[in-house]
């Protein structure tokens, strides 16, 4: 069993910046494949990002390519994005899952282990 905790979130201006972290219990948190979704009122949960154990192996959605970089420290049993240039449109609840194996798993049905998630809120 794995858990998860988010926490970063916030209310930030157009423009700004916001870094959330992902801490995960556990002594294999190095081989999961870790995501972070996001899911806005009235929206499905959408992929956002996802590293792979190694952290050399990461993939984007386009709506937040070249914005949001996303790192693992598998010391730390954490894993981060780090999120610029905020868009009103990146209002949402951020998730990161967890799952047990390595691929490319980009649909939330795809993953194991779920945070509470973390409210991120961008004003105009």
């Known amino acids: 069993q794995v858990q998860l905790v988010e926490s970063g979130g916030g209310l930030v201006q157009a423009g700004g910046s916001l870094r959330l972290s992902c801490a995960a219990s556990?002594?294999?948190?190095?081989?999961?494949?870790m995501g972070w979704f996001r899911q806005a009122p009235g929206k499905e949960r959408e992929f956002v990002a996802r590293?792979?154990?190694?952290?050399?192996?990461?993939y984007y959605a386009d709506s937040v390519k070249g914005r949001f970089t996303i790192s693992r420290d598998n010391a730390e049993n954490t894993a981060y994005p780090q999120m610029n240039s905020l868009k009103p449109e990146d209002t949402a609840v951020y998730y990161c899952?967890?799952?047990?194996?390595?691929?490319?798993?980009?649909?939330?049905?795809?993953?194991?282990?779920w945070g509470q998630g973390t409210q991120v809120t961008v004003s105009s």
């Open positions: 899952a967890a799952k047990a194996r390595v691929g490319i798993y980009t649909t939330p049905n795809e993953y194991d282990y």
């Open positions: 556990g002594r294999t948190f190095s081989s999961y494949t």
């Open positions: 590293i792979r154990s190694s952290a050399g192996n990461i």
